[in-house]
């Protein structure tokens, strides 16, 4: 597999044009793959509608459920049954209603405290892959969804937040978020994130244009950070992105 790619900005007309572009993105990759798939989903409010369409027709049926393993790039450190949930929010739209319950991996948040969570969730991880560590021709995931906020994070990995500069451990603690909510996270670090054959950002809406205007300037932000040992690609809707820029 190639060394760190360069990025592919894809230009969309609306959300749900964002959502079955995703969606189609998502089988793709899993037809690539004959045996075991790990798909990493992303938190926030940007993947809400593609989970949600990812339960219909003609996406369900062409899911091959038994064999896809679906794991969460970063968690607010709140119960499971919280509403702020990350995984919660995913299982709700999508997981829980097709998914083998053995098939889908939280990070778990009934521990004492963050770093424990990241502790517990490395060694899932690890399990899962088989090596403690991660070799760049067999990625641990086969698409890694990823959001971006206001300041530039993704995942939870926030501007000069020392997790970001994490180069050994898959997952980490975070105790402070630097964006609401404002609670303690856990999110896996660059390496881990982007140990994948495809990373895949979602982002949408007029919310979205000025950390997009920076983060496409090649600002020193994290979501400009986070790249996959296979292909990174972005995809925005219009509202999203500066005028006049095009696919890129
Ligand atoms: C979280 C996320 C975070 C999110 C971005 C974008 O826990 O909040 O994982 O990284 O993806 O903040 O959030 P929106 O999709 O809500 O804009």
């Given at each position: 597999m190639a060394a760190r790619s360069d990025r592919r900005v894809i230009v969309v007309a609306d959300p749900a044009e964002l959502a079955s572009r995703a969606a189609e993105r998502v089988l793709a990759r899993i037809a690539e793959n004959s045996e075991r798939v790990a798909i990493c989903l992303a938190g926030g409010s940007s993947p809400k509608q593609l989970y949600s369409l990812l339960v219909t027709e003609p996406y369900r049926s062409r899911i091959p459920w038994q064999r896809v393993h679906w794991f969460i790039g970063d968690e607010r450190f709140v119960p499971a049954n919280d509403p702020l949930n990350n995984m919660g929010m995913a299982r709700r739209?999508?997981?829980?209603?097709?998914?083998p319950a053995s098939n889908i991996h939280p990070i778990p948040t009934d521990t004492g405290?963050?770093?424990?969570?990241?502790?517990?969730?490395?060694?899932?991880?690890?399990?899962?892959?088989?090596?403690?560590?991660?070799?760049?021709?067999?990625?641990?995931?086969?698409?890694?969804?990823?959001?971006?906020?206001?300041?530039?994070?993704?995942?939870?990995?926030?501007?000069?937040?020392?997790?970001?500069?994490?180069?050994?451990?898959?997952?980490?603690?975070?105790?402070?978020?630097?964006?609401?909510?404002f609670v303690p996270r856990v999110t896996l670090t660059l390496p881990a994130l982007g140990s994948c054959r495809e990373m895949l950002f979602e982002a949408a809406g007029s919310d979205k244009r000025a950390i997009l205007t920076r983060l496409l300037a090649g600002e020193n932000l994290p979501a400009n950070r986070a790249r996959a040992t296979g292909e990174t690609v972005w995809l925005v809707d219009k509202a999203a992105v500066p005028e006049n820029l095009g696919d890129r």
């Amino acid at each position: 597999m190639a060394a760190r790619s360069d990025r592919r900005v894809i230009v969309v007309a609306d959300p749900a044009e964002l959502a079955s572009r995703a969606a189609e993105r998502v089988l793709a990759r899993i037809a690539e793959n004959s045996e075991r798939v790990a798909i990493c989903l992303a938190g926030g409010s940007s993947p809400k509608q593609l989970y949600s369409l990812l339960v219909t027709e003609p996406y369900r049926s062409r899911i091959p459920w038994q064999r896809v393993h679906w794991f969460i790039g970063d968690e607010r450190f709140v119960p499971a049954n919280d509403p702020l949930n990350n995984m919660g929010m995913a299982r709700r739209l999508l997981l829980d209603r097709c998914a083998p319950a053995s098939n889908i991996h939280p990070i778990p948040t009934d521990t004492g405290n963050p770093n424990e969570s990241a502790l517990r969730y490395a060694r899932e991880l690890e399990s899962f892959y088989g090596a403690e560590g991660l070799r760049p021709e067999r990625p641990l995931f086969d698409i890694v969804f990823l959001g971006v906020g206001p300041d530039g994070h993704t995942a939870s990995l926030f501007p000069d937040d020392p997790a970001l500069e994490e180069a050994k451990r898959w997952v980490v603690g975070v105790p402070q978020a630097h964006v609401a909510p404002f609670v303690p996270r856990v999110t896996l670090t660059l390496p881990a994130l982007g140990s994948c054959r495809e990373m895949l950002f979602e982002a949408a809406g007029s919310d979205k244009r000025a950390i997009l205007t920076r983060l496409l300037a090649g600002e020193n932000l994290p979501a400009n950070r986070a790249r996959a040992t296979g292909e990174t690609v972005w995809l925005v809707d219009k509202a999203a992105v500066p005028e006049n820029l095009g696919d890129r």
